[in-house]
């Protein structure tokens, strides 16, 4: 069974830009959650998607935002980027997101904002 | 909010040295997991273990949730264990991992 699949892997931006993030879970699990990784601050969670339906939302302002398809592939958005935002981005799959699963990360997309 | 701790935050051993990861957790849980993160960047699973004790190999986990801690074992270390390890936990039933900061773990051949 594949794993957590991330693309792009790396991407490099500038200040203001925007960029889009996309994940595709493991077959069969309908729970996509997003974490954003850096060394100051560590691993925090962003949001979760269940069924199309934005289900849990971290602390991130709103120029944070997310999606998820029917096929529960997910996208991340983020607008007017900022030096800030260069991070590691995981995203995460299980089968209800409930806690009761398992999660499992992609690959990861590392971002960096010039 | 719930706070995870992890300790010692910083670890070098000798090849062949067996060591023990810490995770303490202030509230209830209702799941925890054990990760290795790859110098890649990747978080590899290695333990789902809300309570009880697990083994896999060269590595093994308890969570004492009623003491809100769990313990990451690794026995025989190797260099590829090097890396940092992460514990997360899920309050409530939300889905979303709180991480510790991580233990980074080197091993010297």
């Known amino acids: 069974k594949a794993g957590v699949t991330q693309t792009p892997r790396y991407l490099i931006k500038t200040r203001g830009q925007q960029v889009t993030l996309s994940c595709s879970p493991i077959?069969?699990?309908?729970?996509v959650s997003w974490y954003q990784q850096t060394p100051g601050q560590g691993l925090q969670f962003l949001f979760e998607?269940?069924?199309?339906?934005?289900?849990n939302k971290g602390n991130f302002p709103g120029r944070f935002s997310g999606r998820q398809f029917s096929n529960s592939r997910s996208e991340m958005n983020v607008s007017t980027l900022e030096l800030g935002d260069s991070a590691l981005y995981l995203c995460?799959?299980?089968?209800?997101?409930?806690?009761?699963?398992?999660?499992?990360f992609g690959p990861g997309t590392r971002l960096t904002v010039l | 909010g719930i706070q995870v701790e992890q300790s010692p935050p910083d670890l070098i051993l000798q090849e062949g040295a067996n060591s023990t990861l810490r995770c303490n957790f202030s509230?209830?849980?209702?799941?925890l997991q054990w990760f290795h993160q790859n110098p890649w960047g990747q978080l590899i699973n290695l333990f789902y273990?809300?309570?009880g004790t697990k083994q896999n190999g060269r590595l093994s986990a308890t969570t004492v949730a009623t003491e809100r801690y769990s313990l990451l074992y690794i026995s025989s270390s190797q260099t590829t264990d090097s890396g940092v390890y992460f514990c997360?936990?899920?309050?409530?039933?939300?889905?979303?991992?709180?991480f510790g900061q991580g233990t980074t773990l080197q091993v010297k051949p």
């Open positions: 998607y269940f069924s199309e339906t934005q289900r």
């Open positions: 509230d209830s849980v209702n799941n």
């Open positions: 995460a799959s299980s089968l209800t997101g409930t806690g009761e699963n398992e999660q499992f």
């Open positions: 077959s069969g699990h309908r729970s």
């Open positions: 273990i809300p309570s």
């Open positions: 997360a936990v899920v309050p409530g039933n939300t889905g979303k991992l709180i």
